[in-house]
């Protein structure tokens, strides 16, 4: 089953982003590069609790 995640911005720490994914089969957490509108630039994006 797939679980919503939140993806937030190591820069500012903003939650912009959303998706989904399946938490059964691994074991660290996300990270994508995206663009955060408050920066104004693309940052490395983790998801969060």
């Known amino acids: 089953m797939q679980k919503k995640i939140i993806l937030a911005c190591t820069g500012c720490g903003t ?8 938490n059964s089969n691994k074991s660290e957490r996300l990270e994508i590069k995206k663009y955060c509108k408050n920066c104004n630039a693309h940052t490395v994006h983790k998801e969060t609790k």
């Open 15 to 22: 939650r912009n982003y959303s998706t989904a994914g399946n």
